[in-house]
């Protein structure tokens, strides 16, 4: 069946560093893929999606491609803050109105 | 629009108790979700509708859950009788069955001792 794969947290950067959350997928289909957002106490928001191959999601500094080549959709924030610290979690869906099936979720501690 | 909202946001019982979770989707949306996130699990879907149909439940842990969805503003989570391994934090999510992307609730926050 269809999964999604995250690398393994937690990731610990200072404030204005580089980031790379890794993500791939297995899809029998043409998925949507998606990132959500987690911050602590709260419901997952979503925070950028992309429907096709090549299309880049981007929202809030964050950026992913969808790859079809490689299946990934990484996720990359060039200069992170405190801010961001949450827990990200990638997803995709087929579009026959399933649901959402998620990676196990990476936690982002960004320090000062 | 409110968003998802989800009652209550915490939740403390007594094992073996029945306890009753509640979501009101966002209007307009034909998709709902149940889903269940554990430190050890993670994020786990449990069930979910499209129309107010129970499309899958595989993911329902046993016969003590139970969902339902009378109308397309309203649906429960039912467990009867709770256990301790219950305690997580179950959220429930809603989208446009054609968009794909769903949206969540603040979650409930359910401690079973």
């Known amino acids: 069946g269809d999964s999604v794969t995250q690398m393994e947290g937690p990731v610990t950067l200072s404030e204005e560093a580089f980031l790379t959350i890794n993500c791939t997928y297995t899809?029998?289909?043409?998925?949507?893929l998606f990132w959500y957002v987690q911050y602590p106490g709260e419901g997952l928001q979503l925070l950028l999606k992309a429907t096709k191959a090549d299309d880049k999601g981007s929202n809030k500094g964050f950026e992913a491609t969808y790859r079809k080549e490689t299946t990934s959709f990484h996720l990359e924030k060039g200069s992170v803050q405190v801010s961001d610290s949450a827990v990200y979690f990638c997803?995709?869906?087929?579009?026959?109105?399933?649901?959402?099936?998620f990676g196990k979720g990476t936690t982002l501690s960004v320090s000062s | 629009d409110a968003g998802v909202i989800q009652s209550p946001r915490h939740e403390v019982t007594e094992m073996g108790q029945e306890v009753t979770l509640r979501c009101k989707p966002i209007?307009?949306?034909?998709?709902l979700f149940w889903y269940r996130q554990t430190m050890m699990r993670g994020l786990e879907l449990l069930i979910y509708?499209?129309?107010?149909?129970?499309?899958?439940d595989s993911g329902m842990p046993e016969d003590r859950f139970s969902a339902k969805m009378p109308n397309a503003s309203f649906s429960t989570l039912k467990i009867q009788p709770s256990e301790p391994r219950d305690s997580a934090v179950y959220f429930c999510?809603?989208?446009?069955?054609?968009?794909?992307?769903?949206?969540f609730g603040q979650g409930t926050r359910l401690t079973v001792v």
């Open positions: 999510a809603s989208s446009f069955r054609g968009a794909a992307e769903a949206f």
């Open positions: 509708f499209n129309n107010n149909v129970p499309i899958d």
């Open positions: 209007s307009g949306h034909n998709s």
């Open positions: 997803a995709l869906s087929d579009h026959g109105g399933t649901a959402l099936i």
């Open positions: 899809a029998t289909g043409y998925p949507s």
